[in-house]
């Protein structure tokens, strides 16, 4: 079965794994998977947030040269992503 989950793996193998008498569990099973190369590969899932090659106007930085010296000198903002279910 292709793309099955070590988890899955050995609850759908446990009655096969008792019957031949095999004492394995679970960290053992993923050692041996990872051992022979078995393993499926975690997707890198992130989010792409900043696009700075975008045609948009881009403002400029105008807190260069700025020395900071006080708590609340400077305020900033940031625009938050929030994932939804139409992307």
């Known amino acids: ?5 070590t988890r899955k ?3 759908i193998l446990n ?10 569990g679970r960290d053992q099973l993923f050692d041996l998977l990872r051992f022979h190369g ?12 900043t696009d700075y090659y975008h045609w948009l106007k ?3 930085d105008l807190t260069g ?3 900071i010296l006080n708590p609340e000198q400077l305020w ?3 625009i ?8």
């Open 58 to 60: 881009k403002h400029p």
């Open 15 to 24: 009655n096969q794994i008792k019957e031949h008498g095999i004492k394995i």
């Open 38 to 49: 078995l393993l499926i590969r975690r997707r890198k899932r992130s989010v792409k947030t």
């Open 9 to 11: 793996l050995i609850h």
């Open 80 to 87: 938050t992503y929030i994932r939804t279910l139409d992307g």
């Open 76 to 78: 900033v903002a940031d």
């Open 1 to 5: 079965m292709p793309m099955i989950g």
């Open 65 to 67: 040269g700025l020395e």
